[in-house]
């Protein structure tokens, strides 16, 4: 049985779906369950209790807030055979902390880690304004990251979960372009088909919103990412097509696929 923790969120929900259709017996957990693939079973559930009975791999996602530390949980994986950790990009880079690659690299599991780069379903955040205005406001306009659809983390933590070969590697997860705020917000225009304005913002109105939703650190270390990104951060990494076989999916791509949230 395979285990996918985070099992509602933006990585973890394509992932159930993969896998069921893969022929998988596979255990949905999340904090709160809604609606599950036929014959995936669905547990509530967070790392603090999580039982891993009958888990022969699991897909690992460490929620925000969650303080650890990390090896009693990884103590009660003692049955797992394979665990692949959502990790992020900025562990790599030197902006976050190595703490859980670390705990997982030393828990005596065989392991995959996963790096991805920011996701293209933050774009997200501009649905309200897009549907009601036409308009994307954000600050860095012309600054390009190399966003990633969260279906392709997605699809590379199936196939490390679902083959040996994977074992003690981390993965660059990446977009195959960067993008900047100015040319997702295009993107977002053709997928509505109407042209959508875009708002330049300073760093301290950016920042105002982002405190909405994050600690300050937080807030300010994004900032940095988003507006003065290292040159590892722009880099396009070659690690989904090697693990898929194709090209990664474009931002316009995920654009277009998810345009009823902005219609």
């Given at each position: 049985m395979i285990m996918v923790v985070g099992a509602t969120g933006n990585v973890g929900e394509p992932l159930v779906r993969m896998l069921?259709?893969?022929?998988?017996e596979v255990t949905a957990v999340a904090r709160r369950i809604t609606t599950v693939p036929p014959g995936v079973v669905a547990r509530q559930g967070d790392l603090a209790t999580l039982d891993f009975d009958g888990a022969s791999?699991?897909?690992?996602?460490v929620p925000p807030g969650f303080e650890g530390p990390l090896?009693?949980?990884?103590a009660r994986a003692a049955g797992v055979r394979r665990v692949v950790l959502l990790?992020?990009?900025?562990?790599?880079?030197?902006?976050?902390?190595?703490?859980?690659?670390?705990?997982?690299?030393?828990?005596?599991?065989?392991?995959?880690?996963?790096?991805?780069?920011?996701?293209?379903?933050?774009?997200?955040?501009?649905?309200?304004?897009?549907?009601?205005?036409?308009?994307?406001?954000?600050?860095?306009?012309?600054?390009?990251?190399?966003?990633i659809d969260p279906e392709?983390?997605?699809?590379?933590?199936?196939?490390?979960?679902?083959?040996?070969?994977h074992e003690g590697k981390t993965y660059e997860l990446t977009g195959p372009a960067a993008v900047s705020p100015r040319e997702q917000a295009a993107a977002i225009g053709e997928a509505v088909g109407e042209p959508v304005r875009f708002v330049p913002q300073t760093r301290e109105e950016a920042r105002a919103v982002l405190l909405g939703f994050m600690p300050p650190p937080v807030a300010e270390s994004t900032l940095d990412i988003l507006g003065t990104p290292t040159p590892a951060e722009q880099r396009v990494s070659p690690d989904v097509s090697r693990v898929l076989g194709r090209p990664a999916r474009p931002f316009a791509e995920w654009a277009s696929r998810f345009a009823g949230a902005f219609k």
């Amino acid at each position: 049985m395979i285990m996918v923790v985070g099992a509602t969120g933006n990585v973890g929900e394509p992932l159930v779906r993969m896998l069921s259709a893969a022929g998988e017996e596979v255990t949905a957990v999340a904090r709160r369950i809604t609606t599950v693939p036929p014959g995936v079973v669905a547990r509530q559930g967070d790392l603090a209790t999580l039982d891993f009975d009958g888990a022969s791999a699991v897909f690992l996602l460490v929620p925000p807030g969650f303080e650890g530390p990390l090896e009693p949980v990884l103590a009660r994986a003692a049955g797992v055979r394979r665990v692949v950790l959502l990790s992020s990009q900025g562990v790599g880079t030197g902006r976050h902390p190595a703490v859980f690659e670390e705990a997982v690299q030393a828990s005596g599991l065989k392991w995959t880690v996963l790096r991805p780069a920011g996701f293209a379903s933050n774009a997200f955040q501009w649905a309200e304004s897009v549907r009601a205005r036409r308009e994307v406001a954000a600050p860095f306009a012309d600054v390009a990251l190399p966003v990633i659809d969260p279906e392709d983390i997605a699809a590379v933590a199936a196939a490390a979960l679902l083959d040996a070969s994977h074992e003690g590697k981390t993965y660059e997860l990446t977009g195959p372009a960067a993008v900047s705020p100015r040319e997702q917000a295009a993107a977002i225009g053709e997928a509505v088909g109407e042209p959508v304005r875009f708002v330049p913002q300073t760093r301290e109105e950016a920042r105002a919103v982002l405190l909405g939703f994050m600690p300050p650190p937080v807030a300010e270390s994004t900032l940095d990412i988003l507006g003065t990104p290292t040159p590892a951060e722009q880099r396009v990494s070659p690690d989904v097509s090697r693990v898929l076989g194709r090209p990664a999916r474009p931002f316009a791509e995920w654009a277009s696929r998810f345009a009823g949230a902005f219609k």
